[in-house]
């Protein structure tokens, strides 16, 4: 049996596509969704799901008691699915290239502080750029500069605001997404 640990800050469809996915897969199992925002809709969609929704606070991420209920749970996997928070040394550290995190742009670009969600897709129009995607990487000390382990892209056309580009970004973090989780769990 797989043990994943999802973390995810906002709406959460990425972790209900991941948590769909594997539902009929008897090997993988969920058992909760880690999350910093109490009201996040996530928080609907793991009801929805039957996933326990665990809610933390900034106090409990920096003192270490994550850690230590991540420690006791010794998941397989710890996935990042639209995580806004920077992952803490002492995580990196446990968990060696156990942590995964998809990022919406084709890192090295558009990466870093400040750079996520909507602000993203923003700055990949606001640059003119022609093409946009998907990084899904490692998770190392860091912010967004973890091993690539997969990249897809989608064309921006010039016409595009960034709710297009959000749109097209999230097709492939659905498409692809739980395919890459599955063959890292897998290795
Ligand atoms: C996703 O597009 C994900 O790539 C992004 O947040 C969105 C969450 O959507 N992550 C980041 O920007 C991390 N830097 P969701 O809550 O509907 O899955």
Not at 24 to 29: F, I, L
Not at 134 to 151: K, M, P, R, S
């Amino acid at each position: 049996m797989k043990k994943i640990i999802l973390f995810a800050s906002g709406s959460g469809s990425n972790a209900e596509n991941i948590i769909t996915y594997f539902s009929k897969n008897k090997e993988v199992t969920f058992p909760c969704i880690l999350c910093n925002k109490e009201d996040a809709y996530v928080k609907v969609r793991a009801q929805k799901l039957g996933v326990p929704f665990k809610y933390f606070t900034k106090e409990e991420w920096k003192s270490g008691e994550i850690l230590k209920y991540l420690k006791s749970e010794k998941p397989d996997l710890i996935v990042l699915a639209g995580f806004l928070l920077r992952v803490t040394e002492d995580i990196v550290k446990a968990f060696p290239n156990k942590i995964i995190n998809i990022h919406p742009a084709l890192l090295p670009k558009h990466g870093g502080k400040g750079m996520y969600g909507m602000h993203v897709h923003e700055a990949v129009v606001n640059d003119k750029d022609k093409e946009s995607g998907i990084t899904i990487h490692y998770v190392n000390e860091n912010l967004d500069e973890g091993a690539t382990i997969f990249q897809a892209k989608c064309e921006v056309k010039p016409t595009d605001t960034p709710e297009d580009v959000a749109h097209n970004v999230h097709e492939l973090e659905y498409q692809y997404f739980p395919q890459v989780i599955e063959q890292v769990l897998n290795k």
